[in-house]
């Protein structure tokens, strides 16, 4: 069974670009998590989705965004990007709340 | 707030010995506990999940233990290999829904 894709893998922006993120979870998974991981602070979750919606979200600014559509497939969205968001982009497919989450490769996005 | 912690931060040992990675968190309200592997520049793998109710979990060469009373959780190693060489990160889901929270990791290097 393929695991969870996420495209693209690297990204290289400049401050002030948007930039949007895309992850397609397991076949048969519904939900979908976003982390952010940073050295210095770690892996922080940004938001989850389950059948379109927006079932949870992390301490992030308007800024960082995002959706599911009808085939589980979600993006997450960054706008006005500041260097502070260069940042490898994590996001976890599992099957509903509480079952074990599976992580894709990440995306890595560099802001110049 | 959930705080976890991972002691060491770092270990290194050599090929054949047995270890144990330790994970501690502050708030004994969780759903289950996972702990993965994330390669340098990789996403992470899962290696084990325990729920709340359950005490342990193997597969192959890794045992997990819980112990929701005192706040902890291990990962045993048996046998290391070179290739176990990664990083190892316990994450906590709480009864609020499916957020991880994340402990800082422990880097492992298996020295052959």
């Known amino acids: 069974k393929a695991g969870v894709t996420q495209t693209p893998r690297y990204l290289i922006k400049t401050r002030g670009q948007q930039v949007t993120l895309s992850c397609s979870p397991i076949s048969g998974h519904r939900s979908v998590s976003w982390y952010q991981q940073t050295p210095g602070q770690g892996l922080q979750f940004l938001f989850e989705y389950f059948s379109e919606t927006q079932r949870n979200k992390g301490n992030f600014p308007g800024r960082f965004s995002g959706r599911q559509f009808s085939n589980s497939r979600s993006e997450m969205n960054v706008s006005t990007l500041e260097l502070g968001d260069s940042a490898l982009y994590l996001c976890?497919?599992?099957?509903?709340?509480?079952?074990?989450?599976?992580f894709g490769p990440g995306t890595r996005l560099t802001v110049l | 707030k959930q705080e976890v912690t991972q002691i060491p931060a770092a270990l290194s040992v050599p090929e054949g010995e047995n270890l144990v990675l330790n994970c501690s968190f502050t708030?004994?309200?969780?759903?289950?506990l996972q702990w993965f592997r994330q390669d340098p520049g990789k996403g992470l793998t899962s290696l084990l999940l325990?729920?709340?109710?359950?005490r342990e979990q193997t597969s192959g060469r890794l045992n997990a233990s819980l112990d929701k009373s005192s706040g902890r959780s291990t990962l045993y190693i048996a046998a290391s290999q070179p290739g176990d060489s990664a990083t190892y990160l316990c994450?906590?889901?709480?009864?609020?829904?499916?957020?991880?929270?994340f402990g800082e990791g422990t880097q492992l290097t298996v020295n052959p």
């Open positions: 994450a906590l889901g709480g009864t609020s829904g499916s957020r991880l929270t």
């Open positions: 976890a497919s599992h099957r509903d709340i509480y079952n074990e989450q599976f």
């Open positions: 325990i729920q709340s109710s359950q």
């Open positions: 708030d004994s309200a969780i759903y289950n």
